[in-house]
C-alpha cells in the first residue's frame, strides 16, 4: 500500500518554496503497483512555484554555467541560467548529439544507461551547477558528476528540486555538494 508523505523544504522561511512543495503531486502505483510517484509538474507550471525553485536552486553557489540533465533538468537547468547570467549545457541520452564531446555508462536500479556531454561546450576550469528534477538512487546524478569532471571542469554542486531520501541516492554523489530544495 502506497502511504502519502509530507514534503519537507530546505528554506522553510521562504513562503514561495513551501508552496511550491505543496503542488508537487503523489501519485499511488505509478509507474507500477506499490511505488508512490512524486511528480514535479505542478511545480514547474506554476510561475510562483518555478521562480522560487529557480531562484533558491543558484542561490549561495558560485558557478560559471549549468549543466541541465536530460529532461526535466533541462528546463529547469535553463531557468536557472538565464536567472544568473550564465549559459546551459544540456547533458543528454544516447543519439541525441551530433557531436559527442565524451560519454559516462552508469547502473540504475532496473539496468543501465548513459549520459553524453555535447562538444566544445565545457571548458577545463569552468565551475559547472549540475540541475535535475529528482534525485532518487543517484546513478544519474553521480554519472552527470564523473561527465562535467572528465571534461576537467569543476562541480561546484549538484542541485535538485526534489530528493527521495529513503532511496539513499546522495550516496552516489560523493564528494560532491548536493543540494535538494524539497525532501520526501
Given at each position: 500500500?502506497?502511504?502519502?508523505?509530507?514534503?519537507q523544504?530546505?528554506?522553510?522561511?521562504?513562503?514561495?518554496?513551501?508552496?511550491?512543495?505543496?503542488?508537487?503531486?503523489?501519485?499511488?502505483?505509478f509507474?507500477?503497483?506499490?511505488?508512490?510517484?512524486?511528480d514535479?509538474s505542478?511545480?514547474?507550471a506554476?510561475?510562483?512555484?518555478?521562480?522560487?525553485?529557480?531562484?533558491?536552486?543558484g542561490?549561495d553557489?558560485?558557478?560559471?554555467?549549468?549543466?541541465?540533465?536530460?529532461?526535466?533538468?533541462?528546463?529547469?537547468?535553463?531557468?536557472?541560467?538565464?536567472?544568473?547570467?550564465?549559459?546551459?549545457?544540456?547533458?543528454r541520452?544516447?543519439?541525441?548529439?551530433?557531436?559527442?564531446?565524451?560519454?559516462?555508462?552508469?547502473?540504475?536500479?532496473y539496468?543501465?544507461?548513459?549520459?553524453e556531454?555535447?562538444?566544445?561546450?565545457?571548458?577545463?576550469?569552468?565551475?559547472?551547477?549540475?540541475?535535475?528534477?529528482?534525485?532518487?538512487?543517484?546513478?544519474?546524478?553521480?554519472?552527470?558528476?564523473?561527465?562535467?569532471?572528465?571534461?576537467?571542469?569543476?562541480?561546484?554542486?549538484?542541485?535538485?528540486?526534489?530528493?527521495?531520501?529513503?532511496?539513499?541516492?546522495?550516496?552516489?554523489?560523493?564528494?560532491?555538494?548536493?543540494?535538494?530544495?524539497?525532501?520526501?
Open positions: 500500500m502506497t502511504e502519502q508523505t509530507t514534503i523544504v530546505s528554506d522553510v522561511s521562504d513562503p514561495d518554496l513551501r508552496r511550491a512543495a505543496q503542488l508537487v503531486r503523489e501519485v499511488p502505483d509507474p507500477e503497483p506499490g511505488v508512490l510517484f512524486r514535479i505542478p511545480v514547474l506554476d510561475g510562483a512555484g518555478l521562480r522560487a525553485v529557480v531562484s533558491a536552486l542561490r553557489c558560485e558557478f560559471d554555467v549549468v549543466a541541465g540533465v536530460e529532461a526535466r533538468g533541462f528546463l529547469v537547468g535553463a531557468a536557472v541560467a538565464q536567472a544568473h547570467g550564465t549559459g546551459v549545457v544540456a547533458l541520452k544516447p543519439g541525441k548529439l551530433p557531436v559527442v564531446a565524451d560519454r559516462v555508462d552508469y547502473a540504475l536500479e539496468g543501465r544507461a548513459t549520459l556531454l555535447p562538444a566544445d561546450t565545457l571548458r577545463a576550469g569552468q565551475r559547472v551547477l549540475i540541475v535535475d528534477d529528482v534525485l532518487a538512487t543517484g546513478g544519474t546524478l553521480g554519472a552527470a558528476c564523473r561527465l562535467v569532471r572528465q571534461a576537467g571542469a569543476e562541480v561546484a554542486a549538484a542541485a535538485v528540486v526534489l530528493e527521495l531520501t529513503a532511496l539513499g541516492g546522495r550516496d552516489k554523489v560523493l564528494g560532491e555538494e548536493v543540494r535538494a530544495l524539497l525532501r520526501a
